[in-house]
Nanobody
Framework: QVQLVESGGGLVQAGDSLRLSCAAS????????MGWFRQAPGKEREFVAA????????YYADSVKGRFTISRDNAKNTGYLQMNSLKPEDTAVYYC???????????????WGQGTQVTVSS
């Protein structure tokens, strides 16, 4: 079992940065891939970024490539999403997820956090 708690969301202006954290409990985190997804009002949940259990492989959505950086510290059981050059279209609830394999598909992740709101004003 893995429990995930996101933090670090907030209200920022376009061009600002935020760093989201995902604190995990449970021994399985270090052997699980981790992903970040987001859901804007009235839209479906979408993939943002994912990192393999050792951090050797990383995927990004095209919309965030070059602006967002995913990372993890297994010793601290924590994952991160550094978000730079934020845009109003990045506004969403951001969720971290953990699963067995690196994937862009939300259905392949077993554990989910409760989400943290990110709002970017223009």
């Amino acid at each position: 079992q893995v429990q995930l708690v996101e933090s670090g969301g907030g209200l920022v202006q376009a061009g600002d940065s935020l760093r989201l954290s995902c604190a995990a409990s449970g021994r399985s985190f270090s052997s699980a891939a981790m992903g970040w997804f987001r859901q804007a009002p009235g839209k479906e949940r979408e993939f943002v970024a994912a990192i393999s259990f050792r951090g050797g492989s990383i995927y990004y959505a095209d919309s965030v490539k070059g602006r967002f950086t995913i990372s993890r510290d297994n010793a601290k059981n924590t994952g991160y999403l550094q978000m730079n050059s934020l845009k109003p279209e990045d506004t969403a609830v951001y969720y971290c997820a953990a699963g067995g394999g690196l994937s862009r598909n939300d259905y392949e992740y077993w554990y989910w956090g409760q989400g943290t709101q990110v709002t970017v004003s223009s």
